[in-house]
């Protein structure tokens, strides 16, 4: 076996046409490979998805800055219409100038979710538009993270007075005294 480092080895390894088409081609492929492993890297740096804890509004005359507290209030007033939702965390992502909101609720209905989270999800855009100008907003995300009782199937029934519990005194009225010589031993 030839030593790659000896330069009469790579003389004979470029002295045919062959070997010279072979090599410019694998040195084409492995520059190609490189060159989309940057690329790669270049698009996963300018448009990755990163949490953000404001949002900002460009005008004209200034930028305004919406603190992600200020959003959830927003949505946690126009979510008062939907009782069947509560709202327990919100998410901000933004991936270039697009912003994606994601809202974390418990359901506690009995109906369908589909037809109120489209319903919802119209309003709260209409909603944050409004409010604060807000129109870099790309998509609103409804998790239900945890499935509550309803206010209906919450309520206990209540016993009736009849079905009472006995109290402390009668069940001491009622006691019977026990001797402990009399009792069998296990």
Known sequence: MKCICDPRTWERLL???????????????????????ILKLV????????????????????????????????VSRELFDYPELRLRKLRLFRRGKYY???LLCEFRGAGGIPGMA?????RLRERLKTLFGLETLKSVKIVIEKLAASPAERELPELPETAAAPSADAAAVNAVPVDDAAAPRL
């Open 100 to 102: 994606m909101l994601t």
């Open 43 to 74: 698009w996963f740096i300018a448009f990755r998805t990163r949490r953000a804890s404001t949002v900002t509004v460009t005008r004209p005359d200034g930028d305004i800055v919406v603190s992600r507290e200020a959003i959830f209030e927003a």
């Open 15 to 37: 002295a045919s046409d062959f070997n010279r088409g072979y090599l410019a081609a694998l040195a084409l492929v492995l520059a190609l490979i490189l060159v989309l492993m």
């Open 118 to 122: 489209e319903e919802l999800k119209s």
